[in-house]
């Protein structure tokens, strides 16, 4: 194992909870378009889901959502739930191609999960120890034909696993790099195209970690302090992916402010707006807050020519009471920001 450690310029700043900053622009107000069904009962469940797109019938896509205290829930398109993966107390999941990843921390492991694209079953096929107590949040991500996930910890550590197989049966995960950020982390997402990972320091804002030089220092690419729209705490991330591979978005959840901050995807970062999710009053679908994780698809899917959006919900409709998985059209986030 490799392992690169960073003090970064930005540690004093980052070390201590930024004091929240006073956001003076427009928030931008769109609805969702369905939701998936409750985790029935009280207390915060929901956290994070995933999006797995079906290329031979897109139609039939999934979409695997955390439980915390349970393990990983499936749901359909429709929002129905599939199934339950009761494989323990997971809080983040995210996949690439037909393997999906759980960070675990009812036993300090990476949960592996394999997608059947013709029996539209998810199965756990594994576990392997991350070698340190409470894996946080987790992210997946491709690097040429090589599998790699991103485990993060609450003392602001970043581990950079890689995995090949043959078969699900022959998995064999290696660390190959840590990275040490200041303070808290969970949310995180890879852009493969440019070998970098985005990853969220919860009290301070968002960095870039470049994965192409272990050398370079992480880059900032929001703070709190700056007035963009992130407040304490900076949740879940992901990218809707442009025509090519410096278009796109980085969509953040700024919990506490119940909104989410959209950045370009590319160098310098832009801050492109700032947007919440309302009432549908047309559908009866309510609307969100306290967003934990989220997940973009910007695959065309039935109805969805730009993509879709899911994002965590805390109340449906009251707080930590049948937590559930908004659905939103990501063409409505686009118009409703300009984006295109």
């Not at 990972?197 to 709190?224: C, M, R």
């Amino acid at each position: 194992m490799k392992s690169t450690y960073w003090l970064a310029a930005f540690v004093p700043l980052a070390a201590c909870a930024t004091a929240p900053a006073t956001f003076a622009g427009d928030v931008a107000t769109i609805v969702a378009m369905n939701e998936t069904a409750p985790m029935n009962g009280e207390g915060d469940l929901a956290d994070d889901p995933a999006i797995w797109v079906n290329t031979s019938d897109p139609a039939s896509s999934l979409i695997l959502g955390t439980n915390k205290d349970e393990g990983v829930y499936v749901y359909a398109l429709d929002g129905g739930e599939l199934q339950e993966l009761p494989v323990g107390q997971v809080n983040n999941v995210d996949l690439r191609g037909n393997i999906a990843v759980a960070s675990n921390d009812s036993h300090n492991v990476i949960s592996w999960f394999d997608i059947n694209p013709s029996t539209l079953t998810v199965s756990h096929i594994g576990d392997s120890p991350t070698g340190k107590e409470e894996p946080y949040g987790i992210c997946a991500g491709m690097s040429g034909g090589t599998y790699m996930a991103a485990v993060t910890y609450k003392d602001g550590t970043v581990q950079l696993w890689s995995a090949t197989w043959e078969t699900v049966d022959t998995l064999s995960p290696s660390l190959d790099r840590v990275v040490k950020l200041p303070s808290k982390l969970e949310g995180c997402v890879f852009d493969d195209a440019n070998e970098r990972l985005f990853v969220g320091e919860e009290a301070f804002g968002v960095w870039a970690v470049d994965l192409k030089d272990e050398t370079a220092e992480p880059l900032v690419v929001d703070t709190i302090a700056a007035a963009n729209g992130l407040v304490e705490d900076v949740e879940g991330m992901s990218l809707w992916l442009g025509d090519d591979d410096q278009s796109g978005y980085l969509v953040v959840s700024a919990q506490e402010a119940d909104r989410y901050v959209v950045y370009d995807r590319a160098p310098p970062f832009a801050p492109r707006g700032v947007f919440m999710i309302a009432d549908n009053e047309a559908t009866g679908i309510g609307g969100v807050t306290h967003t934990d994780g989220l997940d973009i698809s910007s695959t065309p899917l039935p109805g969805l020519p730009g993509g879709l959006l899911v994002v965590q919900d805390d109340a449906n409709p009251v707080s930590e009471f049948n937590q559930n998985f908004k659905m939103v059209d990501w063409t409505a986030v686009s118009e409703a920001l300009d984006l295109n």
